[in-house]
């Protein structure tokens, strides 16, 4: 969609701002999504945040209200399950996953190779992932988020069995819409502090 900026926008700037660059910045702390867009640009519009933290726990904050909202759930879940969905699979091969940001794949590269593994085991362990991505994704309608940056493989697919075997679609939700939380506060921090 657009390229990751090199600095976020002084953040009580962003009710001036066109829209391209408010989706920018949406995608670029959230992975480019056009339901997160729909969701958050008229509340980038409509408030003003103190902090880059408040603008991302106000985004949760709608997250929420789609996840235990009672008469258009059903319309309102697809919407949340499209906005989880952005995230890409965990440890799939650059080459086999279609979108996610460069941000993802940076963040997800320590599960993509290993160090100390042979070639054997790294392609089990894969295998192992991909089953993993494959199961949540069926039990729970949604791909599986979490926050990986500086983790391993395995301990990502032990939290993967946990989150599976409780089978709480509900609690998986808000699990999830942490996740994405926190992965964009994580860059905010980072991109804020790398700004000149």
């Known amino acids: 969609m657009f390229p990751p900026p090199l600095h976020l926008p002084?953040?009580?700037?962003?009710p001036t701002l066109p829209t391209p660059q408010l989706t920018?910045?949406?995608s670029?702390?959230?992975?480019?999504?056009?339901?997160?867009?729909t969701l958050s640009l008229p509340l980038l519009r409509s408030q003003t945040f103190d902090s880059?933290?408040?603008?991302?726990g106000g985004v949760g904050l709608q997250l929420s209200a789609l996840s235990g909202s009672g008469s258009d759930s059903d319309s309102e879940g697809a919407v949340l399950e499209?906005?989880?969905?952005?995230?890409?699979?965990?440890?799939?091969?650059?080459?086999e996953e279609v979108g996610g940001s460069g941000l993802s794949r940076g963040e997800q590269a320590g599960l993509n190779r290993r160090s100390g593994a042979g070639v054997e085991e790294v392609e089990e362990e894969r295998g192992r992932l991909r089953g993993l991505n494959e199961e949540y994704e069926r039990v729970f309608g949604f791909g599986f988020v979490t926050?990986?940056?500086?983790?391993?493989?395995?301990?990502?697919?032990?939290?993967?069995?946990?989150?599976?075997?409780?089978?709480?679609?509900?609690?998986?939700?808000?699990?999830?819409?942490?996740?994405?939380?926190?992965?964009?506060?994580?860059r905010a921090r980072k991109l804020l502090s790398s700004a000149p």
């Open 10 to 14: 002084p953040i009580h700037h962003l």
């Open 24 to 26: 920018q910045l949406l």
């Open 28 to 37: 670029t702390l959230f992975e480019p999504c056009p339901a997160l867009c």
């Open 52 to 56: 880059y933290a408040a603008l991302i």
């Open 82 to 95: 499209r906005i989880l969905g952005a995230h890409p699979r965990l440890g799939v091969g650059v080459k």
């Open 147 to 186: 926050f990986v940056d500086g983790r391993g493989r395995k301990e990502i697919m032990e939290e993967m069995e946990a989150r599976i075997e409780r089978r709480d679609g509900e609690a998986e939700k808000a699990v999830a819409i942490k996740a994405i939380c926190d992965i964009a506060a994580d």
